[in-house]
């Protein structure tokens, strides 16, 4: 019943939701979805926790860099099914292709070029 409630609740937030669609493109850094999205680094962290504990995203660590990508075949069926419905449902809406857009100029960028901008 946990693994639900968690997967519910990291499904009922909108900003979460575009992680998840904007993570469709690869694995991107915290400083990426930090760039895309504008929001505070603690809510990005927030978000990440939430879709993390939900096992909707997998993370690994790199030096300075935590970056995060989709969870795979391996999750749950549970995962991969609301992963799909997510797709397919909300993949193509007026935000998420605006996101989309967006991420492709950012991911021009150099992640520690981010990093050193998100922290001036």
Request: with cysteine; glycine share 4%.
């Amino acid at each position: 019943m946990k693994a639900f409630m968690n997967l519910t609740k990291a499904l009922a937030d909108p900003g979460r939701i575009r992680i998840l669609l904007a993570l469709r493109r690869g694995e991107l850094c915290v400083c990426q979805i930090t760039a895309l999205f504008g929001f505070a680094p603690s809510t990005i962290s927030k978000h990440l926790s939430i879709l993390h504990q939900a096992g909707l995203i997998f993370s690994r660590k790199s030096e300075r860099w935590v970056y995060y990508r989709l969870a795979d075949e391996s999750a749950a069926a549970e995962v991969r099914e609301a992963l799909a419905w997510v797709h397919r449902s909300l993949a193509n809406t007026a935000e998420a292709r605006a996101d989309a857009q967006k991420l492709k100029q950012i991911l021009k960028t150099d992640p520690a070029e981010l990093c050193r901008r998100q922290c001036r």
